[in-house]
């Protein structure tokens, strides 16, 4: 009994690591999502932080406008992040980033 159980903790020891190794390639990902032809561009990290934004002079005189397309920025960006992680087998997973 105890050598099953040993190698039953050696085998959760080597997912986890693997899973941890998995969740630090995903940080390195980067996703960039814009709206309106480029007028913004938003750019997100593989943990769903978002590292840069640009926006367009002119876009700055229509601040409904302008948020509205931050927000769709925003979306685009973090679909293409969804579809990298499911892709990548973590979707789901207890250490997944949803």
Do not use: R
Request: overall charge negative; charged content about 25%.
């Amino acid at each position: 009994m105890g050598s099953g159980f040993s190698k039953m903790k050696k085998q959760a020891k080597m997912l986890e690591e693997k899973f941890s190794a998995l969740q630090e390639e995903m940080k390195q990902i980067e996703a960039t999502g814009s709206a309106a032809n480029g007028l913004v561009t938003i750019t997100l990290t593989g943990d769903k932080k978002m590292k840069n934004i640009t926006i367009k002079p002119e876009c700055l005189e229509d601040v409904d406008g302008l948020q509205d397309l931050i927000i769709a920025a925003h979306q685009s960006a973090f679909q293409q992040l969804e579809e990298k992680d499911a892709s990548s087998g973590m979707k789901g997973m207890p250490f997944s980033f949803n």
